[in-house]
């Protein structure tokens, strides 16, 4: 059975981890596995699983803090104390990381690809236990970067635009030309006032509210709605839908939940998040 991590490997990983996510906020190459090969070499005979595992739990810590994390290392929750205490000591030296979070917040690349629009729709992702989220960005006293990336206005546009022409084709391979043709941008042609972005039908006919939430990292980042948006939410609860779109510009999917907020998300009510 393997042995507990030392605070000497926690530090290591913590450093390798940090190394490769300035290489990819700054859209430079790097490799995982040369990392992880590397970082073999001066860990006490870890697996190469244990290390991805411990790179994933990183990645729980800087979501919890409202952090970007890399990719590649779906958030694991449930990691040790020690782990959580490193990184918080980490980002306190380490003065160089806020110009990538910045970088992080504001980059928007141009699209230059095509879309499949049948291949974007995954199911959503399941709730993660209440006990293995605590939302505590404060702590850090720096800025909650996840809710500054959804406040980039070219990101949100982009996302919305995406959605406004999945819907459009949605309705027309269902054989509804003419309902796609009332499909509505609604936030860009009467403001953000309205409580969703997008009117679309459903194939009977109806009305679908569509909100949409946009973010360059996974499926399972926290999303941050205004109070206006929360009430419309619950005035038109069945005909209310989330599209959750995420992995924007490397590989864009979305997921949809539909109702209102609080009957598929856990809200905070400081920032409703």
């Known amino acids: ?42 860990l006490n005979n870890r697996s190469p699983g244990s290390i991805e595992f411990k790179h994933q739990n990183i990645s729980a810590v800087l979501v919890k803090y409202g952090l970007p994390y890399i990719i590649g290392y779906k958030p694991r929750h449930n990691y040790q104390a020690m782990l959580e205490e490193t990184i918080l000591s980490y980002l306190s030296t380490q003065e160089m990381l806020s110009k990538d979070f910045e970088k992080f917040v504001h980059d928007a690349p141009p699209i230059t690809k095509d879309f499949y629009y049948s291949a974007l729709l995954v199911r959503a992702p399941q709730k993660i236990p209440i006990q293995d989220y605590q939302f505590d960005h404060i702590r850090l006293r720096i800025p909650d970067y996840l809710k500054l990336e959804q406040q980039n206005s070219l990101l949100g546009t982009r996302g919305e635009d995406l959605i406004l022409k999945y819907e459009k084709w949605r309705l027309i391979n269902s054989g509804k030309d003419a309902l796609s043709d009332k499909v509505e941008w609604i936030s860009r042609e009467q403001g953000d006032g309205a409580g969703f972005d997008i009117l679309s039908k459903n194939v009977n006919g109806t009305n679908r509210y569509i909100e949409v939430k946009t973010t360059k990292l996974g499926d399972r980042v926290q999303i941050y709605f205004s109070r206006n948006e929360f009430d419309f ?3 038109k609860s069945s005909d209310y839908y989330l599209y959750r779109v995420f992995n924007f510009y490397r590989d864009p999917k979305f997921f949809v939940k539909n109702g209102s907020f609080d009957s598929f998300c856990r809200v905070e009510p400081t920032a409703f998040i």
Do not use: C, Q
């Not at 290591?12 to 990819?24: N, P, Q, R």
């Open 1 to 42: 059975m393997a042995s507990d991590w030392s605070k000497y490997e926690v530090e290591l990983i913590v450093m390798d981890y940090f190394e490769m996510l300035h290489l990819e906020i700054s859209s430079e190459k790097y490799s995982k596995t040369s990392n992880r090969n590397e970082l073999l070499t001066k």
């Open 233 to 235: 939410s619950k005035r």
